[in-house]
């Protein structure tokens, strides 16, 4: 069965740097767009960042503009999320997830989650002094 695995979480003091990855079992991850989604305690699901599938177009939210870069290694058919400047309020579980071309569409703020049919188990991040 498909699924995608997201590393790289860890425990970093605020201002400090983290670089998740993604990658993926029983798919071809340069097929698809990528999106990294966030959960912190006691918060909903929010996307964070997109890729499409030729690594030409990307997508940030607001809140993570000029800290976070989204890119593709197709050598090692990953995505990676560069992290910087963190802040206690980006703690939380990421996950990485894949979704089938829909048109021009590849980020969450033009898809929902729904739409993203393989999900990762996800990778805690913890920003604490």
């Known amino acids: 069965q498909s699924h995608l695995v997201e590393s790289g979480g860890g425990l970093v003091q605020p201002g400090g740097s983290l670089r998740l990855s993604c990658s993926a079992s029983?798919?071809?991850?340069?097929?698809?767009?990528i999106a990294w989604f966030r959960q912190g305690s006691g918060k909903e699901r929010e996307g964070v960042s997109a890729i499409n599938s030729d690594g030409g177009r990307t997508e940030y939210v607001e809140f993570v503009k000029g800290r976070v870069a989204i890119a593709r290694d197709f050598a090692m058919h990953t995505v990676n999320l560069q992290m910087n400047d963190l802040k206690p309020d980006d703690s939380g579980t990421y996950y990485c997830?894949?979704?089938?071309?829909?048109?021009?569409?590849?980020?969450?703020?033009?898809?929902?989650?729904?739409?993203?049919?393989?999900w990762g188990q996800g990778t805690q991040v913890t920003v604490s002094s």
């Open positions: 029983g798919l071809n991850l340069d097929d698809y767009a």
């Open positions: 997830a894949a979704a089938h071309k829909h048109g021009q569409k590849f980020g969450p703020s033009e898809l929902p989650p729904a739409v993203y049919a393989v």
